[in-house]
């Protein structure tokens, strides 16, 4: 599997280099933003690693440039500046995860297969139902062409509900599939779950079926 | 405190102190030349009247053959009559002398020559002791009746006594009169020195202020001759601020440029732990894990030390804030299986910069994450012109015993077991800094509740 590294400090780039390397990936360095850019645009990867203060072209608007023309790999983004308003703008760019730095190998490699998980063994790709289409794949969702990012619980929520028969599922199923045990105040968090989701994706794609639990639409109103 | 090294601190004191020495002794010497002036006023009254009664004398004096004067007429006033009346008379040639009857057997002195002057025409005056114990007024005069014989040396003397007890009741009533104006001058003095020092005092409550919040400026409807003082001083504090600011922005620049290099040193470790060298790998690795610590101190303190200093503070928008905290905690494997229930309206403000909003809500959620069982509670609302945040979750909690542990600089309940660790301190340092209040709370159904109060600014009530 082919990692695209950015990062312009020598040392860390090839260290990352060599670690990926051992872990059995193929990994390739680029050190400025312009090169990272074209590289990611033309070449095919699993997924990129990105440090943020690069010359030329900085991190962020690399990103941002690769996911305008539609490149959808992973992206962790490593950042010397660590802030919050830093991780809320990469996210918002499309970045998969962040980690600052500096940062511990094996946790970096950990997180990395964790993003190559969700995208590989999952064959077929999208599930569509009513004006929602589940992508399996990047494990996100788009509800009439826009994309919507979701936590690992959102989508396990709804791909729970995708696959019930009648595409109704009851809370303590729910809560079952998602904590592995049901536990009486769980149907406070999945009520969370729903409004939060609802907020994502649109009032009328899930409904709550009183005394049943909760289903996705099917028929777009 | 000892007076003197009260003088030696107080402008005032002093200023007082100068004052009414300066007072003091202007009035002691215009009181002594008062009393020199009625003195001299006094003894010429008399020597005057003296004079009046040698008219009677002088008109029938002569010397007889033997050189001897010779009076035909006497000045007629009594007291020449009766023996140590206090007034007196004496004619003198070096032949002989005749005198009042007031004298008796006593005789006055004779006044020297350089007293007297050269011609000896008119009258001198002059005090000495007398008879009968007496302090006598002299005048005296030399006349010449017969050009051919020796000439008359003439004196009138009275008793000094009255004159001196008029004196002494003179200065008595000027000192106390002295006294008196030298108390209201001194008064004067203080208030006039009060009011002088006034602007200083004004001056020293500013500056006060200044110590307390460097954003603040002396002002500037200081009297003329202290504003160029205002104006220094001003300059100062924006000369210091912005040194200040310099610093910790190069603080953070210097901690943000060190983790870089703090990555590549953990390059080496693990290319030394490849080959072999596992102690040294070790070692360096717990440098860096220490040095991280510090920088992330060090950058935390920067952030509220700007914070604490931003005049203006900023409107942060609440909702947007924490959607997009919310969303990079929900990819961390600690955040990705929780569900978030957020209840802020849209359009919520708090009054600090939207990047120090994130700093906490950033801390506090991923903290909160990191205890959460299933859920994550966030709301926001306006109580009574105050902004309130509560973060809670589901998670064990702590006891309350342990709250302020929990809040202190590098107190990590974790180190014993599941708790809530260091964001809560960083949290706290930052609220603080932008002028909010944290408090910790347990909700009734377990977990921790993290509150946050902040102030809305006058003009947003």
Request: proline share 5%; glycine share 8%; net charge negative.
């Amino acid at each position: 599997m082919r990692i695209l590294i950015v990062e312009d400090d020598p040392d860390v780039g090839d260290d990352l280099a060599a670690a990926l390397t051992q872990a059995g990936f193929v990994a390739d360095v680029v050190r400025d933003g312009s090169t990272a850019w074209f590289q990611g645009d033309t070449e095919d990867y699993a997924a990129a690693i990105l440090d943020l203060g690069l010359p030329q072209l900085d991190g962020l608007s690399v990103l941002r440039r690769w996911r305008a023309n539609g490149r959808g790999f992973p992206v962790l983004i490593l950042s010397a500046r660590g802030d919050w308003t830093e991780k809320v703008e990469g996210i918002q760019a499309g970045a998969d995860d962040y980690m600052a730095k500096p940062f511990v190998m094996e946790e970096l490699v950990a997180r990395l297969r964790g993003l190559l998980r969700r995208v590989a063994g999952h064959i077929s790709p999208t599930i569509t139902i009513g004006k929602l289409a589940l992508d399996t794949v990047r494990m996100a969702a788009s509800v009439e062409g826009r994309a919507v990012s979701l936590s690992p619980l959102e989508y396990r929520f709804l791909d729970l509900l995708c696959h019930q028969p009648g595409r109704v599922a009851a809370t303590h199923l729910i809560a079952e599939h998602l904590y592995g045990t049901c536990e009486s105040d769980d149907t406070n968090a999945i009520e969370a779950l729903v409004t939060r989701l609802r907020r994502k994706v649109g009032p009328d794609i899930i409904t709550t079926r009183r005394g049943l639990g909760y289903a996705l639409v099917e028929e777009s109103a | 405190m000892k007076p003197s090294a009260f003088l030696a601190r107080s402008i005032h004191g002093r200023l007082i102190l100068g004052a009414a020495l300066a007072i003091l002794l202007a009035l002691g010497i215009a009181g002594s030349g008062l009393v020199w002036l009625f003195q001299r006023h006094i003894e010429q009254r008399e020597a005057f009247s003296l004079e009046a009664k040698a008219k009677e004398l002088l008109p029938g004096l002569h010397v007889d053959a033997a050189g001897k004067p010779v009076a035909e007429t006497r000045p007629s006033d009594g007291r020449f009559w009766r023996p140590a009346s206090g007034l007196y008379w004496q004619a003198s040639t070096p032949a002989g002398a005749i005198h009042s009857r007031s004298l008796w057997d006593q005789s006055l002195a004779l006044p020297s020559e350089v007293t007297l002057g050269t011609t000896g025409e008119s009258w001198h005056l002059r005090h000495s002791d007398g008879p009968f114990r007496h302090g006598l007024i002299i005048i005296a005069r030399q006349i010449r009746p017969d050009p051919a014989r020796a000439p008359i040396i003439v004196q009138f003397a009275t008793d000094d006594q009255p004159l001196a007890m008029l004196l002494d009741e003179f200065r008595l009533e000027t000192a106390l009169a002295l006294c008196l104006l030298w108390l209201v001058l001194v008064l004067a003095a203080v208030v006039q020195i009060r009011l002088g020092l006034r602007p200083f005092r004004r001056v020293g409550a500013e500056l006060d202020r200044l110590r307390r919040n460097p954003a603040e400026r002396l002002s500037t409807d200081h009297p003329r001759e202290i504003a160029p003082l205002i104006e220094a001083i001003n300059a100062l504090a924006d000369a210091r601020a912005a040194d200040l600011e310099r610093a910790r922005r190069r603080a953070a620049d210097l901690a943000h440029g060190l983790k870089t290099p703090l990555a590549a040193l953990a390059a080496q470790s693990r290319r030394a732990r490849a080959e072999g060298a596992t102690q040294a790998a070790d070692a360096i690795d717990r440098t860096i894990a220490v040095a991280q610590a510090t920088l992330e101190a060090e950058l935390a303190r920067a952030r509220s030390a700007i914070a604490r200093e931003r005049e203006a503070p900023a409107q942060a928008d609440v909702a947007q804030i924490i959607e997009g905290v919310v969303s990079v905690v929900e990819r961390t494997d600690a955040g990705g299986m929780l569900a978030f229930d957020i209840d802020v309206p849209v359009g919520l403000e708090a009054p600090l910069s939207p990047g120090d909003l994130a700093e906490i809500l950033g801390a506090l959620i991923e903290n909160a994450a990191k205890y959460a069982r299933r859920r994550i509670m966030i709301s926001g609302r306006v109580e009574a012109s105050t902004v309130v945040l509560r973060i809670g979750d589901d998670g064990l909690g702590i006891d309350s015993e342990r709250f302020s542990q929990a809040l202190l600089r590098g107190g990590r309940l974790d180190e014993s077991g599941p708790g809530h660790g260091m964001g809560l301190s960083i949290a706290a340092d930052l609220v603080m800094a932008t002028g909010g209040m944290l408090s910790l709370g347990q909700p009734p159904l377990g977990g921790l509740s993290v509150e946050l109060r902040w102030p809305m600014a006058e003009g947003e009530r």
